[in-house]
């Protein structure tokens, strides 16, 4: 299984080019790719101060899902795995996520807590699947645990409680899709996104309405602003559509193991962003941080790499 930065698990089917040389192209489409990705946390809090959090994400997932529903015929899954999808996509991961920066949290570290979306997928694997938790996982959440601690005691205003919890939640949603999503075929992944995408709208709307009321959807979609519109159709069409096309065309050229190390970088080109776009401060503790939760992460995905590969005794 495969994990992506911006909302699913992707399960690896054996290809002719698994094993192959990344090619140059692909390695700078690729690179595009994964900033476009980094870009969503920056693009975010833009549209926030416009916006309110769940109106933000409803329009992201309205737009994502249509037109395009009518030129893309819907998966071979049921509407139920689809709608389950789309609610924790839509309002778990990026409707929380976002709630979490409009309450304060930086881009930067909103990035870096995301990514523990990756030991709450092989937690939730091991109680659902009955998949083993092995030493090094636990190794691993403990070294990016501790990037999580010093965020709590350094980040001050830049990490309130409430944000770190939010985005926390978030990470959950999304481990949760990726159990959801793990039996989708890849080939299909592309339709699945878009349909579970529009499938994401209606609670969102619920959301939207409940919480933020209903004027400020309302009124965006009347009159929308050019940075609106701008901000929306990135986050719809770059970060959704083209993102997972591209993830899933890399997917069938080569192997898990190439691509999956791709997304390591997300929070460092986000934080750089923040800084040089929005002016978001660099300290070091942000930057011990980061390297405490990379080093857990990377620590995750090559010891299990190393693991899959060494021979089986007995």
Known sequence: MVHAPDGHETRRMPSPGA?????????????????????????????????????LAALRFLFAGVPAVLFVRRPKVS?????????????????????????????????LII??????????????????????NLIALAVAATGLVLIGFKGGASAPMT???????????WALCNMIGRRVDRAEMPAFIIWSSLLAVPPLLVATFWIE?????????????????AIVAWQ???????????????????????????????PIIAGLLSS???????FAWKIEACVLV???????LLAGRLGARAPQMG
Do not use: K
């Open 19 to 55: 094993g192959r040389a990344m090619s140059v192209r692909d390695l700078l489409l690729a690179s595009l790719l994964i900033t476009v990705w980094s870009s969503n946390f920056v693009v975010a809090p833009i549209g926030l101060r416009l916006v309110p959090p769940f109106t």
């Open 79 to 111: 509407w139920a795995r689809l709608a389950a999808f789309g609610a924790l996509f839509g309002v778990g991961q990026f409707g929380l996520l976002f709630l979490g920066i409009r309450e304060g949290l930086t881009p930067t570290l909103a990035s």
């Open 115 to 136: 990514q523990m979306q990756v030991f709450f997928t092989a937690g939730f694997a091991a109680l659902f699947f009955g998949e083993r938790v092995r030493l090094h």
């Open 163 to 173: 944000g770190v919890l939010l985005a926390l939640l978030a990470a959950q949603s």
């Open 213 to 229: 009321g209903p004027a400020s959807l309302v009124s965006t979609i009347l009159h929308p602003s050019a940075e609106i519109i």
């Open 236 to 266: 719809s069409c770059a970060n959704t559509i083209w993102g997972y096309t591209v993830w899933n065309r890399l997917l069938a050229r080569y192997s898990a193991a190439q691509v999956a190390p791709l997304t390591l970088p997300v």
């Open 276 to 282: 040089l776009i929005l002016g978001e401060p660099i």
């Open 294 to 300: 990379l080093a857990g992460l990377a620590v995750n």
